[in-house]
């Protein structure tokens, strides 16, 4: 059953939070932070929503954002694909799909 849609209202704040993949640790060092910080400044100006408050916890984000005109889910979705980018690519890291691909082409070459 798919869970119901989220409802966003413009000019009304809205607690989002993000985790790593499995509990995994989002943030490594004060690099990892500030880049952090930039990306979200990135993301609020591009698609329009105010940044209240941020808490960056080594393994999520809590964010107070307020959605001016964009759908929020944009915003986010920017901000948290970019910052997975660059962490994935800073610490030498494979996305998911990635993951899921190489054991799936381990497993085809353990059968033949």
Excluded: W
């Excluded at 499995?22 to 698609?47: H, I, P």
């Amino acid at each position: 059953m798919p869970r119901k849609e989220r409802v966003c209202l413009s000019n009304r704040c809205h607690h989002v939070m993000l985790r790593g993949i499995d509990g995994r640790l989002t943030f490594m060092d004060d690099r990892d932070r500030s880049r952090s910080c930039l990306l979200m400044q990135e993301a609020s100006e591009l698609c329009f929503f105010r940044i209240h408050a941020f808490c960056l916890i080594i393994n999520h984000v809590h964010l107070i954002l307020e959605p001016t005109t964009a759908p929020l889910n944009v915003g986010v979705h920017r901000f948290s694909s970019r910052y997975a980018q660059h962490f994935d690519k800073r610490h030498k890291r494979r996305g998911k799909d990635q993951q899921l691909s190489d054991m799936a082409n381990q497993l085809v070459e353990d059968m033949s």
